[in-house]
């Protein structure tokens, strides 16, 4: 009788429980709302697997016509044609420096001033030209007296003339030998002022104070580049160069500034290809605004004549991870495929230019970034 009435109790308690617990499991939101996606990870790390697809809207990939075009990397330098250097020649000390590299100086402003022996004798050897020429000057007075008396030949006195002359010459000659030294002839000092030749920006400086200056045969202290126009110069790979011709325009966008544009002319196709990469260098003739600083990094767009058909995709279809870009596509059987893809240019609405790894008409996920994010948890 005690076992029956032991067996009862605990079926009824048994029972209670059971209602109890349909009436928590009614009330509770959760319980009513669908299961999270569950992903599970195939062999293959790029293969993704969810128990629920339909969370994931897919797009069609759109046809879209573009003109071919060619991107290369490359970098702002000065114009060849528009670069001057700055020469000393004399030879000697560096006792001051008025300008520095990257200092906009304009053309007569001094530079720097150079301590130099060479005034000293370039001076010495024009004041014994003069003295020379002062001596020739008066022989040759005497010899014209006594030829037109007769007691001179014609012979003496015209060689008396050449003396005179010739050391006129010597006295021109170490004049504009100091000239060219930096040196007046009234006031000649030991102290050499070198100018600037043109207005510009020092891009390259040789020269440091108390350093030496050793003329023609060394290295230029300063030179000097007019950036309001520069060059572009690309690096094309060989099998590309039929994409890129003398004359067109090319689109320029400073790694600085992505979101500017700027417009030059293809002024040049090297003759030589780098043996080591297989490139050409292209030159881009571009008018600078003030931005393009020599030595920057750019990005070179070259337009074609013929249209190429590309893919257009929502911009939220592309995940961008590890530097490189992916598309999630459709595989079958509650599974995803991740697909590296080159993305072209932004398109109206929302829209990216797929070039590679996706055609029109294939499916895509259509936020990317929301299936990675479930993947990553």
């Not at 939101?29 to 339909?54: G, Y």
């Not at 370039?122 to 020739?136: G, I, M, N, P």
């Not at 797929?354 to 990553?376: D, P, S, Y």
Request: aromatic letters at 6%; a negative charge.
């Amino acid at each position: 009788m005690i076992r029956m009435g032991a067996e009862y109790l605990a079926l009824s308690l048994a029972l209670v429980g059971f209602v109890a617990g349909c009436g928590e499991s009614k009330g509770d939101p959760k319980a009513e709302a669908p299961p999270a996606a569950k992903v599970e990870h195939e062999q293959d790390v790029n293969v993704v697997k969810v128990d629920h697809p339909e969370q994931f809207p897919l797009f069609t990939a759109i046809e879209y016509g573009a003109t071919s075009h060619l991107v290369a990397t490359g970098v702002v330098s000065p114009d060849v044609a528009r670069t001057v250097p700055v020469i000393s020649i004399a030879t000697g000390r560096v006792v001051e420096i008025k300008a520095r590299l990257g200092d906009t100086v304009k053309k007569g402003q001094l530079l720097m001033r150079v301590q130099s022996a060479d005034i000293a004798s370039a001076f010495s050897d024009y004041r014994k030209a003069v003295a020379d020429e002062k001596l020739a000057s008066a022989q040759l007075e005497r010899a014209k007296l006594l030829y037109e008396k007769g007691a001179f030949s014609l012979n003496d006195y015209q060689t008396a003339e050449d003396v005179e002359n010739k050391a006129h010459v010597d006295v021109e000659t170490a004049a504009e030998h100091l000239r060219v030294l930096g040196s007046p002839l009234d006031h000649p000092s030991g102290l050499v002022d070198i100018y600037a030749p043109v207005s510009g920006v020092i891009t390259d400086q040789q020269v440091t104070n108390a350093g030496g200056v050793a003329g023609l045969g060394s290295p230029n202290p300063f030179t000097i580049s007019d950036l309001s126009e520069v060059w572009i110069l690309c690096d094309v790979y060989e099998n590309d160069l039929a994409n890129v011709h003398v004359g067109e325009t090319a689109e320029v966008r400073l790694n600085a500034y992505p979101d500017k544009i700027f417009r030059g002319r293809i002024g040049n196709i090297g003759p030589i290809l780098d043996p080591n990469i297989r490139t050409a260098k292209v030159r881009i003739e571009v008018e600078n605004s003030g931005l393009m600083k020599v030595g920057m990094f750019v990005t070179a767009t070259f337009h074609g004549e013929k249209k190429e058909m590309h893919a257009a995709v929502p911009a939220d279809a592309i995940l961008h991870l590890h530097d490189r870009e992916w598309v999630y596509m459709p595989a079958g059987d509650k599974t995803f495929r991740r697909v590296e893809v080159a993305a072209g240019e932004t398109l109206p609405n929302k829209m990216q230019e797929i070039i590679t790894g996706v055609h029109a008409g294939q499916q895509v996920v259509n936020n990317a970034l929301v299936l990675q994010n479930t993947v990553e948890q």
